[in-house]
């Protein structure tokens, strides 16, 4: 009779070693935690995109620990935004929208076209194994500050092997860079 109570407490303290090791963390949070938690992570998406990050295969690298997604999506578009607001919601959601005032978009092939207004973005973010991660944007365009897209046009245009894509490109810089400063000629 007394090995049974031995035997079930060895097979207790062996699952939960078990269960320990699995690297498995249970965290409970609040409405306000996971609000909080939500905006921590999609803040950190915006500002890294809005700095241009996503523009280059090697600032992928500094995305991966907000998101599950394994590589970074292909670029047909880049929006060019001049801020973002990841809006706050009062109840428990695994979508959490971003609004931008967009300043123009430019499109591989197709070029620039100035744009004004707002553009939502739903992220849905999900708890994996207790971090609270994005593991969708739609839609995935980079939204981009306009120094950012600029500094990318810029090398883009160096490497281009394109006559159209260039020429597209000189034509983006050319609208959204300011013009130099008129120089006024002062009489003696």
Request: charged letters at 25%; one cysteine or more; a neutral charge.
């Amino acid at each position: 009779m007394r090995r049974v109570p031995i035997f079930i407490a060895v097979i207790l303290a062996l699952s939960l070693s078990s269960f320990a090791q699995t690297g498995f963390r249970l965290k409970t949070r609040s409405v306000a935690e996971l609000n909080a938690d939500q905006r921590r992570v999609i803040g950190t998406w915006c500002r890294q995109d809005f700095e241009g990050l996503r523009l280059y295969a090697s600032g992928w690298d500094r995305f991966k620990p907000v998101t599950s997604l394994k590589k970074n999506p292909d670029i047909t578009s880049i929006v060019i935004i001049s801020r973002y607001q990841v809006e706050s919601h009062e109840s428990a959601s695994w979508d959490t929208d971003v609004t931008y005032t967009i300043v123009g978009r430019y499109e591989i092939g197709g070029g620039f076209a100035p744009d004004s207004g707002t553009e939502t973005v739903t992220f849905q973010t999900k708890d994996i194994d207790g971090d609270i991660l994005i593991v969708n944007v739609e839609p995935i365009s980079p939204h981009v500050s306009k120094k950012a897209a600029i500094e990318w046009m810029k090398k883009s245009l160096e490497t281009s092997t394109s006559d159209v894509e260039k020429i597209h490109l000189h034509d983006a810089l050319k609208a959204l860079e300011p013009p130099p400063p008129a120089t006024t000629e002062t009489s003696k």
